[in-house]
Nanobody, 125 residues
Framework: VQLQASGGGLVQAGGSLRLSCAAS????????VGWFRQAPGKEREAVSC????????YYADSAKGRSTISRDNAKNMVYLQMNNLKPEDTAVYYC???????????????????WGQGTQVTVSS
């Protein structure tokens, strides 16, 4: 499966962005999908994941209350709505999936097989 992330950009602190992840070459219906980010000089970290078809979600503490992950299996799309963005949210954001069905499991995996190319999010103060 190929993933393509989009929707990043430059936004002022307090602003919002909606990231999109489009899948091709396979159905995401039976897999959890997640958003991860990597800031300069830092390790990649999980932001949020969503389970295959029951809608259950996982959020990192940094994303709780400010982000909402959702998916549209009919369109093979996953979204991340981010509100009240902060400068520390600046990073390259990636969508990813693997052969797991539960959000928390995906977000905690040490290695993940399928990654999108990333989209830059820059939050200015």
């Amino acid at each position: 499966v190929q993933l393509q992330a989009s929707g990043g950009g430059l936004v002022q602190a307090g602003g919002s962005l909606r990231l999109s992840c489009a899948a091709s070459g396979g159905d995401l219906d039976y897999y959890a999908v997640g958003w991860f980010r990597q800031a300069p000089g830092k390790e990649r970290e999980a932001v949020s994941c969503i389970s295959d078809n029951d809608g259950s979600t996982y959020y990192a503490d940094s994303a709780k209350g400010r982000s909402t992950i959702s998916r549209d299996n009919a369109k093979n799309m996953v979204y991340l709505q981010m509100n009240n963005l902060k400068p520390e949210d600046t990073a390259v954001y990636y969508c990813a999936t693997d052969r797991v069905r539960v959000a928390g499991t995906l977000c905690r995996l040490k290695t993940i097989d399928f990654w999108g190319q990333g989209t830059q999010v820059t939050v200015s103060s």
